[in-house]
């Protein structure tokens, strides 16, 4: 049985530590409030931009086939033949399993792509992922670091500007973001989508688990003012921006959910810890005073024989 002494320093350390998870949660509780506010907030903005760039898309569709090439140099679509994958996890860990789930994901998403052909390349976004890939010799050909200090349209529209010249040069046929989807404090599902090249998005978001999505969204009789061209030119790089400041707003409230959720389970198996290590300690006290009872007792009867 440990001593006294070692099992009060346990004690003494398990309550440090319970002071730790617990002002953890508390912060992440705050912050998390704020995540949800602008990603509830900015999430149907999200969705609607797209059903209007779906629409317009497939409105555009009959021009194009008349012509020898897409009205967007973003609406083209090549045979994938390179894939890029932007890797959506957090820069710190104490969050469960989400950066887990997502590493998981994107390798069986790597080895499937690799087994059909395709050469696959990674854009990280959160040093766990960084450092998943690299421990897996991933081609990690940009790491875009600290892009959660202070997550705004400013830092999606660099990221989005670098993918949108390496997707018009031809360095990459396709594009996918693998990111932390936010349904609540204990539950974030991880979810692929495509990014580029757009077209068809019907089929090209799913959360991992799931089926995918089979419901088209119908074409609307839009009236073009001034013409497609003009509005397609707008709206395609604004689709993108907004598409990467979801997946910011997201994967970051996911992080604190997940992180939450994971000190408050610590909080509690300290507090269950602590009430063991107690009943540990008041037993083996006990055990003393009675071994140092008997030897008192023991010796009083040595002197009276």
Request: proline share 3%.
């Amino acid at each position: 049985m440990p001593s006294l002494k070692a099992i009060r320093k346990r004690i003494a350390s398990t309550k440090a530590t319970q002071k730790i998870t617990r002002a953890m949660k508390m912060v992440a509780g705050a912050r998390l409030t704020r995540a949800q506010q602008r990603i509830v907030s900015m999430r149907p903005y999200a969705l609607k931009t797209a059903e209007v760039l779906e629409s317009v898309a497939s409105a555009a569709s009959t021009a194009e086939q008349s012509q020898n090439e897409p009205l967007h140099p973003l609406l083209a679509v090549r045979p994938e033949k390179k894939a890029l994958y932007l890797v959506f996890t957090a820069d710190r860990g104490l969050c469960g399993a989400l950066n887990t789930n997502v590493n998981k994901t994107v390798e069986r998403v790597w080895r499937e792509k690799e087994a059909a052909g395709v050469d696959v390349s990674f854009a990280t976004l959160g040093r766990k992922g960084r450092e998943h890939l690299v421990r897996r010799q991933g081609r990690v050909v940009r790491d875009f670091r600290h892009i959660y200090d202070g997550v705004d349209l400013v830092k999606a529209r660099s990221v989005s500007q670098w993918l949108v010249v390496r997707f018009e040069k031809g360095e990459v046929d396709s594009i996918h973001l693998v990111f932390n989807e936010f349904k609540s404090a204990i539950t974030q599902k991880v979810t692929i989508e495509r990014l580029l090249p757009l077209g068809d998005r019907s089929t090209d978001r799913r959360s991992v688990g799931a089926a995918a999505a089979t419901d088209r969204i119908a074409p609307a009789d839009y009236i073009f003012e001034p013409d497609k061209r003009a509005l397609i030119d707008r709206l395609v790089p604004m689709y993108i921006e907004i598409t990467l400041y979801r997946a910011l707003l997201e994967s970051q409230a996911s992080f604190f959910g997940a992180q939450m959720t994971a000190m408050d389970a610590a909080t509690r198996n300290a507090k269950e810890m602590i009430s063991r290590l107690t009943l540990a300690y008041n037993r083996a006290r006990q055990a003393a005073i009675t071994k140092e009872l008997m030897e008192i007792i023991g010796g009083a009867e040595a002197l009276n024989g």
